[in-house]
């Protein structure tokens, strides 16, 4: 019900800046929080930013002052300027919607594919 699709990932050199958009389809009655998570090879997958349909913030710790999250909600669309980027924040990024399909209906996790993130010189 809910199609996500990521852009924007690549390399880039330390210290370098990216721009990821991810961008929900489908026939979906709204979508409460949108959100960027990654994971590294060998490791979970963590949480980034999260926002809110009324642009609540959150932020992991490791990315605090570096990283910004947007969303536009006419557009369902939501982005994560990435700046300062260090060989430590190189990993699959996932965008992620909580979205209920029907007024009144339960709210669903809905992920995107992935886009590769790779920070090195």
């Known amino acids: 019900q809910v199609q996500l699709v990521e852009s924007g990932g690549g390399l880039v050199q330390p210290g370098g800046s990216l721009r990821l958009s991810c961008a929900a389809s489908?026939?979906?009655?709204?979508?409460?929080?949108m959100g960027w998570y990654r994971q590294a090879p060998g490791k979970q997958r963590d949480v980034v930013a999260r926002i809110t349909i009324g642009r609540s913030t959150y932020y992991a710790d490791s990315v605090k002052g570096r990283f910004t999250i947007s969303r536009d909600n006419a557009k369902n669309t939501c982005d994560l300027q990435m700046n300062s980027l260090q060989p430590e924040d190189t990993a699959v990024y996932f965008c992620?919607?909580?979205?209920?399909?029907?007024?009144?209906?339960?709210?669903?996790?809905?992920w995107g594919q992935g886009t590769q993130v790779t920070v090195s010189s």
């Open positions: 489908g026939t979906f009655f709204s979508i409460h929080t």
């Open positions: 992620l919607a909580d979205a209920a399909v029907v007024a009144g209906g339960a709210f669903s996790d809905y």
